[in-house]
């Protein structure tokens, strides 16, 4: 993809963090080092960790875990080997491989002292495994193959976060959360590759940055 947009005349700055801005009427000029990189806009697209960048949060961030089993001989009781996303909080989702393993995700707690825990994934993977084994009781000698924690984030309204900041003039903010956070992604870049070449997209207003999301006064 990077490759694709370097052919098509994007200039790529690999390893070169963003240390401060300077906003200007026409652009922005970003520093990195001794070195200043001069941008007529600016799109922060950096997951979750652009929480830290603007002042307002506006998600919450939870330790997530998920467990992929080895492959099992016998899921002949999952019906239609059906995707399973539980409703409750916390969830619990399931799904299958093409080699017939099992893999599993959910039990989000809160994060401790505002990191994931390392080591934490082994912990929940075996509660994980309890899991599937109390709903397919036939898999109950399979073991966990892989296990792996992860920090999530979603909003209180369930809706990404796209457009501009107050504080940040000619920038967009591009903040994808929740379970479906990558579809919001592919629709945060092209309601911004729109807005930047002259498309106007009043549907951004619906995910502004500042839009409350506080429930309302009973
Ligand atoms: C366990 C888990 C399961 C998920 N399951 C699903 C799912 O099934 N379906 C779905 O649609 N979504 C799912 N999501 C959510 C989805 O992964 C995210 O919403 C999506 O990846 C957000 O895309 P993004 O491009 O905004 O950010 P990211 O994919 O997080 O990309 C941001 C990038 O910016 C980089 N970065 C951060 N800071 C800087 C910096 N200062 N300088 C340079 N680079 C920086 C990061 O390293 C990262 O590569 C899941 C998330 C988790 C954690």
Known sequence: MVSRAEANGVRIFEESPITGWNF???GVLCRTGQMTI??????????YETQMI???????????YAVVTEPANHLGDWYERA???ETARPYLYLRT??????IAGGLDEPLKDGTLQEGREFHQSGKLLERIHALFPRT??????YAWGAVFGDTRDGFPYIGTHPDYPNCYFLENYGGNGTVCAMMAARMIADALTG?????MAWFSLSRSTKPSPP
């Open 83 to 85: 995707m399973i996303w």
């Open 140 to 145: 109950k000698r399979l073991k966990a193959a």
């Open 97 to 102: 491989t093409s080699d017939g393993r099992i």
């Open 199 to 203: 498309k106007p997209r009043p549907d």
């Open 24 to 26: 200007k009427e026409d």
């Open 38 to 47: 001069r941008a007529r806009h600016v799109i922060f697209a950096t997951g």
């Open 54 to 64: 603007h002042k307002e949060p506006g998600a919450s961030l939870v330790a997530t």
